[in-house]
């Protein structure tokens, strides 16, 4: 979202839907070009974003719509008309695709079902208007899911799937700490659902296992050969790259040396990358190289982080696992791995939530097919739900971290489910104590600073004694770095970058004092502007953690990877000069900051900047009540959500610090995010009358 929108103030003279219209300023934006023709007086304000790129080609279709009923000198419709698409215009910057209109019949002209030549779909059941690229876009995942649901999986006798799966959970599982991995029975139930499920979705908190789970599937699918060719992504660098720790991790558990097929996903596991990446995105053209004419070869791919993924980037993923070529097949599986309950998307849609509701059960066909498949196992979902269409998402429950004694981590799952069970005001208060100074905070665990007690300046005063000025990490700072990092300097690198993420400042906006903008001016010395104009990156001393806010792709750096500004020794005179870091696949990568733009420094990132990341503590800065409730900032409070607050809780392991009233926190947490899609009726209909895939 930009920081200086753009929308319209619409006089109060006039009828009683301009008089109305008057009162809802906010809901007229980015529509101007099309809207400014009607006959109503209007004037620019700076309070809302121009829609994204996406929706251009629709916004121009709108145009001879508009002016056929300004020719008809109907006031009416022209009246209609301009608060249905101010009401479409704010849904689609808040990431809806589409809005529910309790009468829609007496809407205007744009609107038409799905066989009419409408820019505009209306849903006669629901009410649900929506524009129709969005309508064709949901439309098309519907029925890619229905044929990837309907694919023919090819399997091993079912002595041989016991057999390996005796070895992998019995034999030689995973370990967590020191004990062996013991799966409940939803976790048991993803392993075995994976076997028969061309589309699976695995769902759960942190600490549930997600990526445990998928390494497990990995490794039975390998030894059935069933995974000769797997590909790893996530929708950002930063996420790929805790995908692979996490792999890395699970398979270090095992003990050395590893066995020929853990080596081989070893290897796989190093190789995880952006989605963009995998899918072959080209950005100077717009598009992408992989689809179902040119699809990815591989058996297995697993994406994480989906809560991440919009609307547009899952039906390029779905369209690149389906293969139209009778010489090729399509990958067999597809698994993503996600948290349905964080904040969803920033682009359109909410598709993991979309993906997992109502999707708990098993159909009978898949039942059955477990049955015969695997007997001994029947236990696992022989109490699962029964439903119509085939179940394609598992949702996990068990905290791994619990259960293994972490008493600050166990402190902030409690608090986070308590978000999500919305308590009463006196448990939210139980669980989130209050400390009476930044000294005074635990190691471990939860603690809210009060800002009546503990001003923000005071805070943040005491957070850069903590993280920055460390022995070891000053140590690293002053020290000149080679650009071609021999192998002694490397660990110095890897020691800076495990300091700077251990922990991070969490902000709910990017603007306000309270947002991620001022607090890094603040941090690093200079009066926040008011303007919201930030230091240049050539004013950053080393030591600052550096974000990029828009994908570099001639860098082949991305929206959301994270790096720090280091002191460089130039190769040919000698001298000290500052040069911007950033771990990639091949290891480091070194660039001058000149020129360089969209990058922002990062002691303090936004929530939403943060998914994908995992901390041992955060710091959640709330917007003061001030702030919240000033003029023209209806903006926060729609993002003060629950799912903003959770999302926020679950980046930590170890210890998290709400700065803040707890009046906002509470207000917040009772504040769910409504983001209105039609994915899932899309997908009601198109699976109604789904068979489960036949299984050869």
């Not at 809560?307 to 369209?319: E, G």
Request: aromatic share 4%; proline share 7%.
């Amino acid at each position: 979202m930009s920081t200086n929108p753009s929308s319209f103030h619409w006089s109060a003279s006039g009828t009683a839907k301009e008089r109305w219209l008057a009162t809802h300023p906010e809901l007229l934006d980015s529509l101007a070009p099309e809207v400014g023709s009607l006959p109503f007086q209007t004037e620019l304000a700076p309070e809302r974003a121009p829609l994204g790129e996406e929706h251009q080609h629709w916004t121009q279709s709108l145009a001879p719509w508009i002016t056929a009923t300004e020719k008809s000198g109907d006031g009416c419709h022209a009246a209609e008309q301009a608060l249905l698409l101010s009401q479409l215009a704010a849904a689609l910057q808040r990431g809806e695709t589409g809005v529910v209109l309790p009468d829609p019949s007496e809407a205007t002209p744009l609107l038409g079902d799905a066989d009419a030549n409408r820019p505009l779909i209306v849903h006669p059941d629901s009410g649900l208007i929506q524009p129709r690229h969005l309508w064709q876009l949901e439309q098309q995942v519907a029925q890619q899911i229905r044929k990837r649901l309907a694919m023919q999986l090819s399997l091993p006798a079912p002595q041989k799937v016991e057999s390996v799966l005796e070895q992998v959970l019995q034999r030689n599982p995973l370990c967590f700490g020191e004990q062996p991995l013991q799966l409940d029975s939803s976790q048991l139930r993803a392993v075995l659902q994976a076997l028969i499920s061309p589309l699976l979705t695995i769902t759960g908190g942190p600490g549930t296992g997600k990526t445990a789970i998928v390494l497990t599937i990995l490794r039975v699918l390998q030894r059935l050969g069933l995974a000769q060719s797997i590909a790893l992504a996530a929708p950002t660098g930063r996420a790929a790259r805790r995908l692979q720790e996490s792999l890395e991790s699970g398979l270090r558990s095992l003990g050395t040396p590893l066995p020929e097929v853990e080596q081989a996903l070893a290897t796989v596991g190093a190789q995880a990358q952006t989605l963009h990446r995998l899918l072959g995105y080209v950005p100077r053209q717009g598009r992408y190289r992989t689809h179902e004419l040119n699809p990815l070869l591989h058996d297995v791919v697993v994406v994480d982080e989906a809560s991440m993924i919009d609307l547009p980037l899952l039906a390029q993923l779905l369209r690149a696992t389906h293969s139209r070529l009778p010489y090729q097949p399509s990958p067999a599986r597809l698994i993503l791995l996600g948290d349905a309950h964080q904040l969803p998307s920033v682009g359109a849609g909410a598709v993991l939530a979309d993906l997992v509701s109502g999707q708990g059960g098993l159909s009978s066909g898949q039942q059955a097919a477990l049955r015969k498949l695997v007997p001994a196992h029947h236990a696992a979902f022989s109490e699962t739900a029964t439903q119509s269409t085939p179940g394609s998402a598992v949702r996990l429950q068990q905290s791994y971290r619990q259960a293994s004694g972490d008493s600050g981590g166990t402190q902030i799952r409690k608090l986070a489910a308590a978000v999500l069970a919305l308590p009463a005001s006196s448990t939210l208060a139980d669980l989130l104590p209050v400390s009476a100074n930044p000294n005074s905070l635990p190691d471990s665990g939860v603690a809210r600073l009060a800002p009546e007690a503990c001003p923000l300046t005071d805070f943040l005063a005491w957070w850069r004694e903590e993280v920055q000025n460390s022995f070891e990490f000053q140590e690293n700072l002053n020290f000149n770095y080679h650009p071609d990092f021999p192998e002694d300097e490397q660990e110095r690198l890897r020691q800076v970058f495990r300091h700077l993420n251990r922990r991070r400042i969490l902000c709910v906006t990017q603007v306000l004092s309270t947002g991620a903008a001022a607090i890094n001016q603040r941090i690093l010395g200079h009066k926040p502007s008011i303007s919201g104009a930030e230091t240049p990156p050539g004013h950053w001393p080393a030591g600052t953690p550096v974000i990029v806010t828009k994908n570099l792709y001639e860098h082949q750096l991305y929206n959301g990877d994270q790096g720090v500004v280091l002191n460089f020794t130039h190769p040919e005179n000698g001298n000290r000069e500052p040069r911007l870091v950033f771990p990639v696949e091949a290891g480091y990568q070194t660039l001058y900051h000149h020129g360089l733009r969209h990058l922002q420094p990062a002691y303090a990132i936004t929530v939403h900047k943060s998914q994908g990341s995992e901390y041992e503590g955060i710091a959640l800065v709330l917007p003061e009540r001030t702030e919240i409730e000033a003029s023209g900032t209806s903006r926060v409070q729609q993002l003060l959500t629950r799912e903003m607050i959770y999302t926020a809780l679950t980046r930590a392991r170890r210890q998290v610090i709400v700065q803040g009233e707890l009046s906002v926190f509470e207000n917040a947490v009772a504040q769910p995010t409504v983001r209105v899609t039609g994915l899932g009726f899309a997908l009601q209909s198109h699976l109604a009358s789904q068979p489960s895939g036949a299984l050869v």
